[in-house]
């Protein structure tokens, strides 16, 4: 055999082993976090009422379910193994409705606009992601809410909300309970913001 030949059989035979041990060598686990939040008492109301919750949008980076961390305020990050559930703006959305369906704030709160709602709410999350510091990491969240009456288009309220929680541990995990502390006090924000709003318009 030629030396041109042994070369090109030892090459052929290095990237077969190669192939191999990529598949054999276990990938790593993708693990996915989800919100968790205190949902309010749930209370006799007199509320007339009735709320549709749009679905959310999230701007970038933040539309996709891979986590995002910042190091500095210049630099952007994902996780390739850490992942929330589903996206941001899903996550927000349910929790947003199952929450002001439980404050007894309206008679009504329906999934979407295909409900004969008073008010529709629609949201735009512009942030959602880890942010590292020296010696600890936080969840940083900010949300634009606004509300329109059912076939109009130009909304009669809009306020953006921001929050911040420190995380107990420095790990994903921590940054995906850190981040319902988060959402929850921003609803719990928003709910007060919109009773006197509620008190004023309702028949």
Known sequence: ???GLRLLSGAVLASVLLAG????????????YALTLTLPEVSSSAATLSLSVSP???????GQDLMVYRSS???LDFYNYHRWAAVPAELVTDWTRRYLRRSGLFAKVFPSTEGNADWVLGGV??????????QTWEAALSIDFWVTEAGQRSPFWFQSYTA?????????????EAMSHNLEDILARL????????????P
Not at 125 to 134: G, K, L, M, W
């Open 191 to 202: 709910t007060a913001d919109l009773t006197p709003v509620t008190a004023s318009t309702a």
């Open 125 to 134: 999350i512009h942030q959602f992601e880890e942010v590292d510091h020296e």
């Open 56 to 62: 959310f949008h999230a701007r970038d980076p933040y």
């Open 1 to 3: 055999m030629s030396i």
């Open 164 to 176: 911040t929680q420190q995380a107990d541990k420095r790990n994903p995990e921590a940054i995906a």
């Open 73 to 75: 305020p210049y630099r």
């Open 21 to 32: 041990c990529s598949l054999t060598k276990p990938q790593p686990e993708i693990h996915h």
